[in-house]
């Protein structure tokens, strides 16, 4: 077994006592690895800032077959996390971490797990009490057959992925990943939702209403630029007092 976690991959490993001594040490040196980034780091805003949205994404990566993913999920987080929303969602619906720590790569047609698809509407798009559970079961449908290689990579196979229209949120479509994620983005209570999630990790959960009503007018308004948001609320009296 190869002590660098970066090209162990403890799948392949044979015996369960093999694949169990991998996971161990994956985990290990994972954890130091992050905590000497936050530490020690070049870019300390960067990791700071992934920081909250790992926070925002969380996932316990002990239950993953490969801990290690966790560092995977941190870097796309820094690729993305000074673009807009819309890709920083897709890079963390494809990252083969999160989607095992959901069972999203288990569920099917005839045997759905809507954990994903809840968690997609409630806590990283529209909010709670802003979707049905027919939109829930809908966008789920959605999610099948996201699939992972070899390489660890998260693609969806148009042979496992359910063929037929869903509505969700008014909209009928044959959706896939992308063209979801897209249309959750545009409603108008996911820039509330996410602007609020991000502040109360920022600032802590105590926000004025008209700090946060200016902030989710400017970052709605920007079609979720996440340099807006970040601007918003570094600029806000809340967060420099």
């Known amino acids: 077994m190869n002590s660098n976690y970066f090209l162990d991959d403890c799948r392949k490993e044979k015996t369960k006592e093999e694949k169990l001594a991998c996971k161990r040490l994956s985990l290990r040196n994972t954890k130091i690895h992050w905590l000497k ?3 020690y780091g070049s870019n300390k ?5 992934a920081n909250i949205w790992l926070s925002i994404f969380a996932v316990n990566a002990r239950s993953f077959l490969n801990p290690h993913w966790i560092i995977k999920q941190i870097n796309s987080i820094k690729n993305y996390q000074f673009s807009n929303y819309e ?5 963390q619906l494809t990252n083969p ?12 047609e005839n045997d759905l797990n809507e954990n994903l698809g809840r968690e997609l509407l409630e806590l990283y798009t529209v909010g709670e ?8 079961q809908n966008a789920s449908l959605v999610l099948t057959g996201l699939i992972i290689d070899k390489e660890n990579n998260v693609r969806q196979s148009k042979k496992f ?15 896939d990943l992308q063209s979801l994620i897209n249309w959750l983005v545009q409603q108008p209570t996911t820039a509330e939702n996410v602007a609020k999630r991000f502040g109360n990790y920022l600032i802590g959960e105590d926000i004025k209403t008209e700090t946060i009503s200016k902030i989710i007018e400017d970052f709605k308004d920007s079609n979720l630029q996440l340099k807006v948001l970040y601007k918003a609320y570094t600029s806000s009296e809340q967060y420099l007092n």
């Open 97 to 108: 971490g999160l989607l095992s720590y959901f069972n999203a790569f288990r569920t099917k």
């Open 87 to 91: 890709k920083l969602l897709y890079s």
């Open 45 to 49: 805003k960067a990791s700071f800032l």
């Open 161 to 175: 992925h359910f063929k037929g229209e869903t509505t969700i949120l008014g909209k009928k479509k044959f959706f």
């Open 129 to 136: 009490g802003n979707f049905s559970e027919e939109d829930v």
């Open 37 to 39: 980034d936050l530490t």
